[in-house]
């Protein structure tokens, strides 16, 4: 999980919403420092926390976890999760992945 763009999200929809740190805090029952940790991402919300924060904001869980889900994000999304994966692979390793990925585009525009 990505808490850097948790924290960024929550802080973006309590500010939509206009919610100080404090009544936001306030409002979902946590500690205004504890508030401030979840969104410079020093802090990891529990995840009855979690649905707090996204039912006072109003907005889907997954839109705190993942964002919004048009294509630009996603695909970041995707990638982002693709470099994590193959961090820590060889050179080799990750040639076999790409030469997968080719065969998957091969076998999708024949279909």
Request: proline share 1%; glycine share 4%; hydrophobic share 35%.
């Amino acid at each position: 999980m990505d808490y850097e763009m948790l924290g960024q999200r929550v802080r973006k929809y309590r500010k939509q919403k206009k919610y100080t740190l404090e009544k936001f805090a306030e409002k979902i029952e946590v500690s205004t420092t504890f508030m401030g940790q979840i969104e410079r991402a020093t802090g990891k919300p529990s995840l009855e926390t979690l649905v707090n924060i996204a039912n006072a904001l109003e907005v889907s869980a997954d839109a705190l976890l993942f964002g919004e889900l048009n294509e630009k994000s996603s695909q970041s999304y995707f990638l982002k999760k693709v470099e994590e994966m193959t961090d820590s692979f060889t050179s080799k390793e990750k040639e076999l992945v790409l030469k997968n990925i080719e065969i998957l585009k091969t076998f999708k525009s024949e279909c």
